[in-house]
């Protein structure tokens, strides 16, 4: 037993905190999100749980698996899409009764001095540089809070603030976190 988990065994079965009729993370999508919120604090925190060691197991499970169909396909894969005469995209195969379609994606990376030095080209010349490329300015969150106030204060109204999504974890206290 997890050190997590003793600080809720504290009646009956170690392993078995709460009654059997509670619900477990395979009910959570068939119950509403009242329903589980009025839960016990102590049986959210096992379901959150649960819930991050399945998702753990199951991503570990995923690399595990696209490893291995690597390992089978991979040069397969180069073989068909280097005889369509292809570097990148999508390729399709039998092996057996199924079909495998292996998709190497296409990553571009552009110079950004060498697009900044174009942009500046195509300006000179007279011409529209957003005909031809996509201008993005970003201002990094650390960089802002280190200007001074007078810099800050010119760009404040080009600053927009938006909450990101709250996450909320339960943990015991003064357990092994």
Known sequence: ?????????????????????????????????????????????????????????????????????????????????????????TIRFDDGDFTVVADLPKRVDWDQDRLAAMVERITAAGDDPAQYVDIAFKVPERKYAAWPDAIRAGFEPARTVRPGTLKIEIVPQGGDQ
């Open 1 to 89: 037993m997890t050190a997590f988990q003793s600080i809720f065994a504290d009646h009956g079965d170690p392993y078995m905190p709460f009654p059997a009729n509670t619900p477990t993370v395979d009910d959570l999508p068939g119950l509403g999100l009242q329903d589980i919120a009025q839960l016990p604090v102590e049986l959210l925190a096992i379901l959150q749980r649960e819930i991050d060691e399945r998702m753990a197991r199951t991503k570990a499970a995923k690399a595990r698996l696209d490893g291995a169909l690597t390992v089978r396909y991979a040069t397969r894969a180069a073989e068909e899409r280097q005889a369509a005469g292809k570097d990148t995209g």
